[in-house]
């Protein structure tokens, strides 16, 4: 089997630098946590627990008072308010969001304070989307173009004059991006669309595109709960394609394929790549083995 990686995929900048804050912060602090996930992949969470950095899923689960306490906001970034609690119980806040995420709750914020209605892209439950909700509290959060065209429809009859504005969680492809600002214009065409979607998610999705011409099939690598890794693998449409989290879930009828393309979303450690890429390899020689 030869095994071939896409031309872009694993670690993010955002994703990198969400990382070496928290292993940082963890040798300068008597306790470190995070509040919510730092990132969406099980083997960078599990590294990060092994060097005593807890994950708290609420922050009613830390204690009163937190002046021996650095509190990480995760790469998805949390609400102000949140982080203003926090600190007035004497957390010292280490802001893990990633810059491109941190820009669009900014946009977010300097659009409502403008006289915009803003319409937010993405999935109620993100953590993205929620803490960029936060910097604009009334905006409109919609998942398709049929939620969005309604939430048009409804703005332009209780507001005509009311201005409007499009932002995105950064990890929507193009595709669904133009989809949802499409359903806010069917009412209202002078939509301001601002472009939120993330270089690194554009990358990987064009690097998996061009692979997937080479390639007899694909396996994408990345957290489960991971937007940016069930969009890449979503996009494998015309080849048999398999998404795992780790080398123990490569499908032994991987072997078939004489050539697999290797791609892995922006949370994906380089460690976990590698593994899989030497399992799949593993994988291919058993089988050979096993026919002769």
């Not at 040798?27 to 099980?42: D, E, F, K, Q, T």
């Not at 690598?221 to 937007?227: D, E, F, L, P, T």
């Not at 460690?271 to 593993?282: G, K, S």
Request: with cysteine.
């Amino acid at each position: 089997m030869n095994v071939i990686r896409a031309s872009a995929l694993g670690y993010c900048m955002g994703v990198r630098r969400a990382v070496s804050l928290a292993l940082d912060a963890a040798l300068s602090a008597p306790r470190v946590c995070v509040l919510g996930h730092l990132i969406h992949n099980p083997q960078a969470l599990e590294s990060l627990r092994e060097r005593g950095i807890e994950t708290i899923e609420h922050e009613n689960e830390l204690p009163r008072s937190l002046n021996d306490t650095a509190v990480i906001i995760r790469a998805h970034g949390i609400q102000p308010e949140v982080e203003r609690r926090l600190e007035r119980r004497g957390a010292r806040m280490v802001d893990a969001t990633c810059p491109r995420v941190k820009q669009s709750q900014i946009r977010a914020r300097t659009l409502s304070e403008a006289g915009y209605q803003v319409f937010l892209a993405g999935e109620k439950q993100h953590g993205e989307v929620a803490g960029i909700h936060g910097y604009a509290p009334d905006c409109f959060i919609v998942e398709n173009p049929a939620e969005a065209e309604y939430a048009a429809r409804r703005l332009r009859r209780e507001a005509p004059e009311k201005k409007a504005a499009l932002i995105g969680q950064t990890t929507l492809s193009p595709e669904e991006y133009r989809a949802v600002a499409r359903g806010i214009r069917a009412a209202l065409p002078d939509l301001l669309v601002i472009d939120t979607i993330c270089r690194a998610t554009r990358e990987r999705q064009a690097a998996l595109h061009e692979l997937c011409q080479a390639v007899d099939a694909v396996v994408v690598v990345g957290g489960r709960k991971s937007a940016n890794t069930r969009r890449l693998f979503a996009r494998v449409t015309d080849k048999p394609a398999w998404l795992v989290e780790d080398e123990a879930d490569i499908p032994p009828e991987t072997a078939r394929y004489p050539v697999i393309g290797l791609s892995a979303g922006a949370s994906t450690p380089d460690c976990v790549i590698d593994r899989v890429e030497y399992a799949l390899r593993r994988v291919a020689a058993h089988g050979s083995d096993r026919g002769a």
